[in-house]
């Protein structure tokens, strides 16, 4: 079972980022029977909950802090969720996670099975 997170990196406030997380493994042969999630920390802070989507694709819910900015999504076919991150801010500087969890949305973390590793976004002002 495993969760590849990917896309991080440095930008300037304003800019776009686009992570993606790839899932492999026997268990996510059912792609489509887990809710995803994203999850991110910052420095000296708890994980704090960014967006999650359901295991058809129709509905997502998000952070109030990245709501109308960010847009989560995913692929059936390729077996991956993906976060589009635009209009960055430096507060969106953390290491991003993704996650599953069999069943529908959650915004907590204790509510998801499996855990990709982080993906460092720095947005610089």
């Known amino acids: 079972v495993q969760l590849q997170a990917s896309g991080g990196g440095l930008v300037q406030t304003g800019g776009s980022l686009r992570l993606s997380c790839a899932t492999s493994?026997?268990?996510?042969?059912?792609?489509?029977?887990?809710?995803m999630g994203w999850f991110r920390q910052a420095p000296g802070k708890e994980r704090e909950f960014v967006a999650s989507?359901?295991?058809?694709?129709?509905?997502?819910y998000y952070a109030d802090s990245v709501q109308g900015r960010f847009t989560i999504s995913r692929d059936g076919a390729k077996n991956t969720v993906s976060l589009q991150m635009n209009s960055l801010k430096p507060e969106d500087t953390a290491v991003y996670y993704c996650?599953?969890?069999?069943?529908?949305?959650?915004?907590?973390?204790?509510?998801?099975?499996?855990w990709g590793q982080g993906t460092q976004v720095t947005v610089s002002s």
């Open positions: 989507i359901s295991e058809s694709g129709g509905s997502t």
């Open positions: 996650a599953a969890r069999w069943g529908g949305l959650a915004s907590r973390e204790e509510r998801y099975n499996y």
């Open positions: 493994g026997r268990t996510f042969s059912t792609f489509s029977s887990f809710a």
